[in-house]
């Protein structure tokens, strides 16, 4: 029952993550920089590193089961 309870507190300590918060004079302006046109752009560029990761991991997983493809006899 002990090790549940861990767990549990442990994947709601993982869950729930760091808070940040600004007084209410940076506060805005904090917002304005995270709102930007750029948004999405910036967003992509955080994101591509564990797409990467994804990539990797599944060409590691999958490696095995990938055969060569027989080559074409040259043409004399």
């Known amino acids: 029952m002990m090790r549940i309870?861990?767990?549990a507190?442990?994947?709601?300590?993982?869950?729930?993550?760091?808070v940040a918060h600004a007084c209410r004079v940076c506060r805005p302006r904090v917002q304005a920089q995270i709102h930007t046109p750029d948004?999405?752009?910036?967003?992509?560029?955080l994101l591509l590193?564990?797409?990467v990761v994804l990539l990797v991991g599944a060409g590691l997983y999958f490696a095995p089961a990938l055969k060569p493809r027989p080559s074409l006899p040259a043409r004399s």
């Open 5 to 7: 309870l861990g767990a």
């Open 49 to 51: 590193p564990i797409a």
């Open 9 to 18: 507190w442990l994947i709601g300590l993982l869950l729930m993550g760091p």
């Open 39 to 45: 948004y999405t752009a910036n967003l992509l560029i």
